[in-house]
């Protein structure tokens, strides 16, 4: 571990004493609203964690591969969240949670992002790559289709709409296949190196990995598994503690599981890709934030429609009619500002705004 910085050394130390703080706080019955907020930043602190192990992991693999494992652990936090709400019957807390991870990436990480990119580029507009962009909004697009249909069918409670869970099923195959079609692709561009002076789509997710590893692929691995068993116990104990803090606190579930446990479960993306877009390195600021969304939409929520069925509570493409909306206009929002390949401050004050209009009406739902 001496390889690493004194400031990572720092927060690990500060990830663990919250890690140990937060468990005798869920063992020895503290008050809900204390227990509620220290399992929220241990759980943030253990995001950080696992993304400081894929870093080092970059320095042992290719770009891509990188890539999609920056990806792919950083959403460990949200993965052990939805499956302990749905184990102890939080539906509410589990569908929101996902769909937050989607609003919280593609609206106010990704504007906060464009007005920060904006005003430091030299003459005011965030330039990047489109490639990435065009295929996350091809992605999410095909998760709000099922979404969409889903809600229109109950809403009309056509015959459809007494087959949720097989429609759901079927849905939640189709995504993984086509994810796994766009995927594999991608972490195969690793064995076809582009030209020094232009990066590949896959590499652009994971160049800031690419510096030499200062810990060895065992310890790396070890830290990875240890922040991952951290990141579910203390997943369990924030589902425990949220009930009854939201109840003390006066919140709604839709707001606990779209803001606060959305924020939280990916508070490493956030803080990456505002850190790389204030550095000018805008087509990785967009290459973060985009791969996230990637992720969440057409895998990790798929997933877990089909893990459910093992489950206490089964979870389903059919949310509330307020967040189908949401979804939808998302992905068109979404499409319009980055489909060209750059974006203007107000572009990304605009998607700040439409996050803080929708966590508004959860605060209320």
């Not at 200062?214 to 951290?230: D, I, K, N, S």
């Not at 579910?232 to 919140?251: C, E, N």
Request: proline letters at 4%; aromatic letters at 8%; hydrophobic letters at 60%.
């Amino acid at each position: 571990m001496s390889a690493l910085t004194p400031r990572e050394r720092v927060l690990l130390l500060l990830t663990a004493a919250l890690f140990a703080v937060a468990g005798v706080a869920n063992y020895d019955s503290w008050a809900a609203v204390p227990r509620f907020v220290l399992a929220t930043f241990a759980l943030a602190a253990l995001a950080w964690a696992v993304s400081l192990a894929t870093e080092q992991l970059g320095g042992h693999f290719g770009p891509a591969v990188t890539g999609t494992l920056q990806s792919t652990l950083g959403n460990l936090p949200e993965l052990f969240v939805v499956i302990f709400a749905l184990q102890k019957g939080e539906l509410v807390v589990a569908q929101t949670a996902l769909a937050g991870s989607i609003f919280a990436n593609a609206l106010l990480v990704l504007g906060l992002a464009i007005v920060l990119g904006s005003l430091r580029a030299p003459d005011g507009a965030m330039r990047f790559s489109q490639r990435l962009p065009n295929d996350t909004a091809t992605l999410l697009q095909i998760t709000v289709f099922i979404i969409v249909l889903l809600g229109l069918s109950l809403a009309a409670h056509d015959p459809a709409s007494h087959h949720v869970n097989t429609i759901s099923a079927v849905g939640a195959g189709c995504l993984l296949l086509v994810y796994a079609a766009w995927v594999i692709p991608y972490l195969r561009s690793d064995t076809r190196p582009a030209p020094r002076a232009q990066a590949t789509p896959a590499e652009q997710p994971a160049r800031v990995a690419r510096n030499a590893p200062r810990l060895g692929l065992r310890l790396t691995l070890v830290l990875v598994a240890v922040a991952a068993v951290g990141a579910a116990f203390v997943s369990d104990w924030f589902i425990a503690a949220l009930a009854p803090a939201i109840k003390q606190l006066g919140l709604t579930q839709a707001f606990a599981g779209l803001v606060i446990a959305a924020i939280a479960s990916n508070a490493v993306e956030h803080t990456a890709a505002l850190t790389l877009a204030w550095k000018q390195r805008f087509d990785l600021a967009i290459s973060v934030v985009k791969n996230s969304v990637a992720q969440i939409a057409a895998f990790l929520f798929p997933l877990l429609v089909l893990i459910s069925f093992a489950l206490a509570t089964t979870l389903t493409f059919a949310l509330s009619p307020v967040y189908v909306g949401a979804l939808a206009l998302t992905a068109l929002a979404v499409w319009q500002v980055t489909g060209d390949g750059e974006a203007l401050v107000f572009e990304g004050l605009a998607l700040v705004a439409l996050y803080v209009v929708l966590a508004t009406f959860a605060f209320y739902e």
